[in-house]
């Protein structure tokens, strides 16, 4: 089972908020979300799979990908789903959370079982370009997803982004925020917009 911390109530709860971080980092990292999720809605904040070479972990490696490679970012979603059959109550509904590559995890979560996925919000990622089996699902129910991203992000490439700006009209409720000057990062304003978009798919106590 892949590393965690969450909530007492986590594997029990009828709602759970995924936390997903991003390249090089740790289930440490997005926990600290945890305060914008809504009080009645548990969480848990999940470790990647694999070793970063030089510090933390990462859903799938960079090299040789522009913005990830499907082989390895559908391995990193069939081992994360594992993780939640494993340690989730099996008819809870997730909202999965995710920052940069954790964001394209909580895309994935949403594109292979969408009727496990409430909604998703993606801060500064993207979505994989290939097809998923719950697409043409999505297509017709249209869940609510926030994408978050700054102008000045430098990490995610253009072509990622130009994908996704198509992608997730398709597919989802989009609720945009584009954050003028900010780079690859959360802002406090991006927290708040969060806040609000959480608060209308879960109970607020």
């Known amino acids: 089972m892949l590393a965690h911390v969450s909530s007492p109530d986590a594997a029990e709860a009828p709602l759970v908020a995924l936390l997903l971080h991003g390249y090089g980092s740790d289930e440490r990292d997005l926990a600290g979300l945890a305060p914008y999720v809504p009080g009645a809605v548990a969480w848990a904040s999940v470790r990647a ?11 799938y490696a960079l090299e040789g990908a522009e913005f990830g ?18 340690a989730l109550d099996p008819g809870a509904m997730l909202i999965p959370i995710g920052f940069s590559q954790g964001g394209m995890m909580a895309s994935q979560l949403l594109r292979t079982r969408p009727e496990r996925v409430l ?26 997803v926030m994408w978050a991203r ?10 990622a982004v130009v994908h996704a700006e198509a992608w997730l009209p398709a597919h989802a409720t989009v609720e945009s925020h584009i954050y003028q000057g900010m780079g690859h990062t959360v802002s ?3 927290l708040h917009h969060l806040r609000i978009f959480l608060a209308t798919l879960g109970p607020a106590t």
Request: no cysteine; hydrophobic share 40%.
């Open 150 to 159: 700054g102008t000045a992000d430098q990490m995610i490439p253009a072509k």
């Open 188 to 190: 406090e304003q991006e």
């Open 49 to 59: 799979p694999l070793r970063h070479p030089a510090f933390g972990y990462a859903w």
């Open 119 to 144: 909604g998703a919000a993606i801060l500064s990622g993207y979505v994989l370009g290939a097809e998923q089996q719950g697409d043409a699902t999505l297509s017709e129910s249209l869940p609510p």
């Open 69 to 86: 490679a499907q082989a390895d970012v559908e391995a990193a979603t069939d081992q994360l789903w594992e993780w939640v059959d494993e």
